[in-house]
């Protein structure tokens, strides 16, 4: 995969993959830490995924009722 960022200025993200028993796959989401998320700021290297920010980066429940 290529890397989607500089490590110069680099900060940790919270990534959500989940797979059921029966094989059912949710679509990954990637949470950044933030107030704002600026979708020309990535250039979707990924194929198919979710963001979302929060105020630290990390899944809460509002993101999680989305």
Same mark, same amino acid.
């Given at each position: 995969?290529?890397?989607?960022?500089?490590?110069?200025?680099?900060?940790?993200?919270?990534?959500?993959?989940?797979?059921?028993?029966?094989? $059912?796959?949710?679509?990954?989401?990637?949470?950044?830490?933030?107030?704002?998320?600026?979708?020309? $700021?990535?250039?979707?290297?990924?194929?198919?995924?979710?963001?979302?920010?929060?105020?630290?980066?990390?899944?809460?429940?509002?993101?999680?009722?989305?």
């Amino acid at each position: 995969m290529p890397p989607l960022a500089s490590s110069e200025h680099a900060e940790n993200i919270t990534a959500l993959k989940c797979i059921t028993a029966n094989g $059912w796959i949710i679509t990954l989401l990637f949470i950044f830490k933030g107030k704002k998320f600026m979708e020309a $700021w990535y250039d979707k290297a990924i194929p198919n995924y979710y963001t979302a920010v929060t105020d630290k980066g990390y899944i809460n429940e509002e993101i999680t009722l989305k």
